[in-house]
């Protein structure tokens, strides 16, 4: 796009860090957020008119939907093609498949007793479940925080990585129409928010990891404050995410940040997780199937995978830790 060139209905030079939108008529471009375009709505749109246009020549135009089972639904249909992750079809399917309880695997213990010498009497293998937060050292926000507490503590105009489900592709959007779709009662898809990192935000003030993960972090205590001028890297901001999603968000399979310890407080919902066990053959499944074209297109299959739920509906709080270690 022309630099020099003024856009949009508010004649604005061209920014790439916003979303706009061609008009297939007028050919002009147009700020998703001026004329009420999401990113994520984009790719359902056939032919985008503009607001002038759209006086002319009537509303935008739809792709119809055909296939519920694939991403790009509307491609021809055929009944023996693979269902897709992240669609409806999808997750129906996977809300009825069943996994073995993670009962099995996970150590449960009290708030008080989970310590560094707790860790080195029990190990650090398997994920920690501990079911009342008295003890932990654990700062969050009321059960009564919203999505649109999160705004205000965050700002309406941050911009957030937010996942079209049905996809499982990155699109960008404000906080504030995170806030809209996210309060709106008819929601035309499942978008999820896994990576809203808030460290430096007013947010980062209600929220204090537990005090055995501040102990052990390697960011916290090895990461030196002060860095000289010319240092290649800052202080990773990785300490603080808010998980926001609605019902039927799904995250395919993925190992945090390179096998880093992570931990969860869910303060609202449920959320399930899908464990899978760091055998080296599955490992290399993992392995084929992430680096695999079709990834999408195929549930990865290992030999051993179990199902945990952690919720807040039971007035219980969950501190959940996963560590997949590489030998």
């Not at 560094?116 to 925080?145: A, D, H, S």
């Not at 990585?161 to 996210?182: A, G, N």
């Not at 005090?211 to 916290?220: D, G, L, N, P, Y």
């Not at 990461?223 to 901001?237: F, G, H, I, M």
Request: aromatic share 12%; charged share 25%.
């Amino acid at each position: 796009m022309d630099s020099e060139t003024l856009y949009c209905i508010c004649k604005q030079h061209y920014d790439p860090s916003r979303f706009m939108i061609e008009c297939d008529l007028c050919k002009d471009w147009f700020h998703g957020n001026c004329v009420n375009v999401r990113e994520d709505q984009s790719a359902d749109v056939e032919e985008y008119h503009c607001p002038t246009c759209t006086m002319k020549h009537g509303p935008l135009v739809l792709k119809k939907r055909i296939n519920f089972h694939r991403h790009d639904y509307t491609e021809d249909y055929d009944a023996n093609s693979p269902v897709q992750s992240g669609t409806l079809i999808f997750i129906k399917n996977l809300k009825t498949r069943f996994f073995p309880d993670g009962d099995e695997i996970i150590l449960r213990t009290t708030g008080h007793d989970l310590s560094e010498r707790y860790l080195e009497k029990k190990g650090f293998k398997v994920p920690i479940l501990v079911e009342n937060k008295e003890g932990l050292g654990l700062l969050v926000p009321p059960p009564t925080f919203t999505v649109s507490d999160v705004e205000q503590y965050v700002g309406s105009m941050t911009e957030i990585d937010v996942i079209d489900v049905s996809r499982q592709e990155e699109c960008k959007m404000l906080m504030r129409e995170w806030v809209e779709y996210y309060n709106s009662p008819n929601r035309d898809k499942a978008l999820n928010v896994i990576s809203l990192e808030f460290s430096n935000t007013k947010l980062s003030n209600l929220v204090q990891a537990p005090a055995i993960v501040r102990r052990i972090s390697w960011v916290e205590n090895m990461w030196p404050e002060d860095l000289p001028e010319n240092a290649v890297y800052a202080k990773p901001q990785v300490s603080k995410y808010c998980l926001m999603g609605v019902k039927n968000s799904y995250t395919d399979f993925h190992v945090d940040f390179g096998g880093t310890s992570v931990w969860y407080h869910v303060l609202r919902g449920e959320k399930v997780f899908y464990l899978v066990k760091p055998t080296d053959q599955n490992l290399k499944l993992y392995e084929e199937w992430a680096s695999s074209p079709n990834s999408r297109k195929y549930f990865l299959e290992v030999q051993w995978m179990v199902a945990t739920r952690l919720s807040s509906n039971r007035d219980k709080h969950y501190l959940f830790q996963l560590v997949i270690h590489f030998d």
